[in-house]
């Protein structure tokens, strides 16, 4: 019976992967493009970044801790050193989400729902970069990134016992910083909790409560990267972005983790857009985004579902390409934007670096963080920006002119084939998942040792490995 069943679970599996035209598909479309992504400016050969390895969390679990499939949460961390022995950047890890239980599913086989398919070591880079030349105010900072591997930005506390699922995300956030904190983290005299894109709402979401957790003489800012993402309308006149959230928040029943503040006068769904959030915050933020951001046009203002004749294709691979009416689109977005964070920009506590790019979480990435050739508005680089507010040196609420007006930008610039591979799967590559699923399911029904068991979970990762690349 076991091994009817393996088969036939594997053999639906490779069925749907076979003929899915979206699901799966069109989840790792979203996910994945911007993998594809370069810049259009060629940047100068940087140093080789300090390699950090993955810690992780040992005995979170005992807290229910844990990532989508139960395995431990984990972050790197590069201890700080001399002035900046007792200051601590910590920085949350982005990577979408998952809004459906099938794709939460399918995450578990990635590294975003399982630390089992973790990088044992990542590059720290930009705002995580140990030398001052390329991070001259945090370079000697305790550094931490946490890893992302619960699907709704480290909110979730629920799990879904049939799906094997565990939504664990606010439980993860508060393991990490308690290890954090018996680390050093308690002597804190200098913190900032950043983030990129879904971390960088994460940043948000926890601003607050990170400045609860930490000792109160201790200075606390946050800052978001690339993580203002906007209730828009899509161009079909749908709203995908939204449709994703009520997703990612009916599944993992945010509704009882999201500010009671929000909740208490909007549904959870408007309470997980930041747009709604920012302006209660009461700790010190600083919002650092392109107004264009890539990853929203890609996904939730222009992506395939809104767009069935493929009209915006090309615009979407290259801004260049983009005709009139698709600028006046995307001008009209970036109006909204701004809109949504006037009344946060009259705080002085606040700080902003809004620029007219086509890119997306831009402090990871040395190029666009601190380089000679980063973006810059008025003369001042993303870095020196964020240092300056963090510093209390000079207030920065930094709006750049509308597009095109800015050529300092790295505009992410998408290779066409790179996209078309990413976005439709050929038939030939679905018959080798049907396959190879037919051929891990045989494995698993044979599990009658620990080595065959390895083997099959071997495969099966291999399947998910190709589906993502």
Sequence with gaps: MKC???LCCFLCFGVVLSRSEDGFEDLKARESLLSYLEHDAVAEPAPQPV???????QGADSKGAVCLDGTLPGYHLDPGSGSGA????IHLEGGGWCNTIRNCVFRKTTRRG????????????????????????FYNWNRVKLRYCDGASFSGDSQNESAQLNFRGQRIWLAAIEELMAKGMQNAEQALLSGCSAGGLASILHCDEFRDLVPQTTKVKCLSDAGMFIDAVDVSGGRTLRNMFAGVVSVQELQKDLSSTCTSQLDPTSCFFPQNLVANIKTPLFLLNAAYDVWQLQS???PSSADPLGQWKDCKADNAH?????IQFLQDFRNEM??????????????????SCFAHCQSERQDTWFANDSPVIGNKSIAKSVGDWYFD????????????????????????????????????????????????????????????????????????????H
Aim: net charge negative.
């Design 51 to 57: 390699m950090i390895g993955l810690t992780l969390i």
């Design 393 to 468: 040196r000079v207030a920065v609420k930094t709006i750049d002119c509308p597009y095109p007006c800015d050529n300092t930008c790295h505009n992410l610039v998408a290779h066409t084939d790179d996209v078309i591979s990413t976005i439709t799967i050929s038939q030939s590559t679905r018959l080798t998942f049907s396959l190879l699923s037919l051929l891990s399911a045989f494995l698993m029904s044979l599990t009658f040792s620990n080595a065959l068991y390895e083997v099959s979970v071997l495969v099966t990762h291999t399947i998910v490995s190709l589906s993502l």
């Design 114 to 137: 399982s630390s089992k398919f973790m990088e044992k070591q990542l590059p720290f880079t930009g705002i995580l970069s140990n030398k001052a030349e390329e991070n001259p105010d």
């Design 338 to 355: 701004l809109n949504t964070i006037k009344v946060f920009s009259e705080s002085d506590l606040n700080g902003l670096f809004i620029n």
């Design 322 to 326: 983009c005709d009139s009416s698709q």
């Design 300 to 302: 939730s203002l222009a």
């Design 86 to 89: 007792n200051s601590w950047l």
């Design 4 to 6: 009817v069943w393996f």
